[in-house]
Nanobody, 117 residues
């Protein structure tokens, strides 16, 4: 599975951005699609994860501000980010997990989001 993330950029505090993650494979075949982020000097952390047909979880820090969704026809996952804060500044990564006899883990290349006035 190849993942292509896009949509990052510079935005002012309180602004919005939508990230996209296009998959080379049908996302029907992908059990878990997730968004992670890594701020400078920090470890990568989970932002949002959607389970194929069975729920979505968000990090506490983004609940009520971020929304992830899937467009199955386009094999694309989105992360709508509202009311952005400077602490949301990070490289955002798309992740896909296929659960077979083991868990196969795939990562996109990352897209930078900078929240600054």
């Amino acid at each position: 599975v190849q993942l292509q993330a896009s949509g990052g950029g510079l935005v002012q505090p309180g602004g919005s951005l939508t990230l996209s993650c296009a998959s080379s494979e049908s996302i029907f075949k992908i059990n878990i699609m997730g968004w992670y982020r890594q701020a400078p000097g920090k470890q990568r952390e989970l932002v949002a994860v959607s389970y194929n047909g069975d729920g979505i979880n968000y990090a506490d820090s983004v609940k009520g501000r971020f929304t992830t969704s899937r467009d199955n026809a386009k094999n694309t996952v989105y992360l709508q980010m509202n009311n952005l804060k400077p602490e949301d500044t990070a490289v955002y990564f798309c992740n896909a997990k296929k659960i077979l006899s083991s868990i196969l883990d795939y990562w996109g290349q990352g897209t930078l989001v900078t929240v600054s006035s």
